[in-house]
């Protein structure tokens, strides 16, 4: 491989968003000059899955272009820039509470206080008269406050006799079930951070300070092909010793997931020529390519040419299971450009979507200008013994459920082979059992990725 990076040579193609702040761990000046000493350069290497996902990491910085979507259509895409709050929420002092407002210096010192209700007042509708010395006034929750009263009694802490209202002495203190103005956020502050995925509350947030459109990252766009002489297209007969090939539908689901637009670039035979013209295809129109099968394409030298004369691709023997093998690296584009990034991952079916999850998630939302999101990970009883060696991470499809003491259980779902597809689509977890981790005994408590969240 050559020494100095071919990706050395990149600026950034598309100009960073003038605006908007990127999280600063995510800023990279001089990617290429870390990468001269990461194990992106060093060929083949036996490589732990931390290391791998380290190494990844510290290779990428996220794409620039972005575009202005309107609400409805941003949930899930990637805040360009900072939101900034154009006006106090709430816009008012208003009721937390349905119930009478006065003024807190009313309530008397040693005894009830005894007020008289002179009027209602309902969210979105001001009152504009005066409310006098002993005077309070019926309010629903949210109505502004009006002018001069600061404090909420709750109608089920006071006594009401036709217009007359008691409250007893320490029931409610000056000031309490007032919401100020500007209390959740006021006007000029960040409501939202760039680089934030966004939720249905985030959603919300944004229209509650009455903004229709929020500038996002443009999706990130994924080339994906399958390869192997031995797959078939859906509905193309099934001859002898061919599969259907599952793991484009798979990574599908599971880049579209992300909110990533995938580019489906189909099936590639086992032929170096098809390879190069499928790969000159993704890098001319993709941010990232994404391969399944024949990574063990560094099985043949042929293969590994084509890569070689196309970018800076590492073969890793990573020590997992499933997953091996594993390959990563830039794909040269014309001077300049920001380079595409090869994932090629195995091609059995289930660690295709182990490595796609243990490699690939992570930096795709890294290079879509997601802030670092590290997945939840919960910890369960595992129901049986696991054999496991340390010296490798493990991953295995698992089903979690509560237990009977209220926590969690874990118990593995049929074959584990890495092959077998079934077991995968039945687990709703995996669990992974860490490099130095060695057996757990029944009972013992296991790391445990849940898919609701990851896929
Ligand atoms: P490979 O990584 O190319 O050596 O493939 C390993 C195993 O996964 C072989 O049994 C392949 O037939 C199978 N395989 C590879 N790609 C796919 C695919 N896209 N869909 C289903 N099975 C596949
Ligand atoms: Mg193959």
């Given at each position: 491989m050559q020494n100095h990076s071919a990706a050395a040579a990149v600026g950034p193609r598309e100009r960073p968003p003038q605006t908007g702040t990127v999280h600063p761990q995510r800023v990279r000046e001089t990617p290429m000059t870390e990468l001269a000493e990461s194990p992106l350069t060093t060929g083949d290497r036996n490589l732990s899955v931390d290391e791998a996902r380290a190494a990844i990491a510290a290779a990428l910085q996220p794409i620039a272009g972005t575009e202005t979507v309107a609400l409805p259509k941003a949930l899930g895409r990637v805040l360009a820039e900072n939101v900034i709050s154009p006006i106090d929420v709430p816009a008012h002092d208003n009721s937390a509470m349905d119930g009478y407002a006065f003024r807190?210096?009313?309530?008397?010192?040693?005894?009830?206080?005894?007020?008289?209700?002179?009027?209602?007042?309902?969210?979105?509708?001001?009152?504009?008269?005066?409310?006098?010395?002993?005077?309070?006034?019926?309010?629903?929750?949210?109505?502004?406050?009006?002018?001069?009263?600061?404090?909420?009694?709750?109608?089920?802490?006071?006594?009401?006799?036709?217009?007359?209202?008691?409250?007893?002495?320490?029931?409610?203190?000056?000031?309490?079930?007032?919401?100020?103005?500007?209390e959740d956020l006021a006007a000029g502050r960040p409501a939202l951070q760039a680089g934030r995925v966004l939720k249905p509350a985030d959603l919300g947030l944004v229209a509650s300070l009455g903004i229709g459109e929020v500038p996002v990252r443009r999706r990130l766009r994924v080339g994906l092909f399958s390869t192997g002489?031995?797959?078939r297209m859906l509905g193309q007969?099934?001859?002898?010793?061919?599969?259907?090939?599952?793991?484009?539908?798979?990574?599908?689901?599971?880049?579209?997931?992300?909110?990533?637009?995938?580019?489906?670039?189909g099936l590639v035979r086992d032929d170096p020529a098809a390879l190069q013209t499928t790969l000159e295809a993704a890098v001319a129109q993709a941010d990232v390519v994404l391969t399944s099968g024949g990574v063990s394409m560094g099985d043949a030298d042929h293969t590994r040419d084509v890569l070689a004369?196309?970018?800076?691709?590492a073969f890793w023997k990573v020590a997992m299971r499933p997953g091996r093998p594993f390959a990563f690296g830039p794909l040269t584009?014309?001077?300049?450009?920001?380079?595409?990034?090869?994932?090629?991952?195995?091609?059995?079916?289930?660690?295709?979507?182990?490595?796609?999850?243990?490699?690939?998630?992570?930096?795709?939302?890294?290079?879509?200008?997601?802030?670092?999101?590290?997945?939840?990970?919960l910890q369960a009883?595992?129901?049986?013994a696991l054999r496991k060696r340390p010296g490798?991470?493990?991953?295995?499809?698992?089903?979690?459920?509560?237990?009977?003491?209220?926590?969690?259980q874990v118990r593995l779902t049929g074959s584990q082979g890495a092959g077998?597809?079934?077991?995968?689509?039945?687990?709703?977890?995996?669990?992974?059992l860490g490099h130095a981790q060695g057996s757990v005994a029944e009972g013992g408590l296991v790391d445990v990725w849940l898919f609701d969240g990851l896929v």
């Open positions: 807190g210096s009313e309530l008397q010192a040693a005894g009830p206080t005894t007020l008289k209700s002179v009027g209602t007042l309902f969210a979105g509708a001001p009152w504009s008269d005066n409310v006098g010395a002993e005077q309070c006034l019926r309010i629903m929750t949210g109505a502004v406050m009006p002018r001069g009263l600061d404090t909420v009694v709750p109608l089920e802490l006071c006594h009401v006799d036709g217009d007359t209202v008691r409250v007893e002495l320490g029931v409610i203190r000056a000031g309490d079930n007032r919401r100020r103005r500007g002489d031995e797959l007969p099934l001859d002898a010793g061919s599969v259907y090939d599952s793991n484009r539908y798979s990574l599908m689901g599971a880049l579209q997931r992300l909110g990533m637009e995938v580019i489906d670039l004369r196309m970018g800076e691709v584009r014309e001077a300049g450009a920001l380079p595409c990034w090869l994932f090629a991952l195995p091609g059995n079916p289930v660690a295709a979507l182990v490595t796609f999850y243990a490699f690939a998630r992570e930096a795709l939302l890294q290079l879509a200008g997601a802030a670092p999101r590290p997945l939840p990970v009883r595992c129901t049986t490798r991470t493990e991953f295995q499809r698992a089903i979690v459920e509560p237990a009977a003491d209220g926590g969690w077998v597809l079934r077991s995968m689509s039945e687990a709703n977890a995996l669990v992974v």
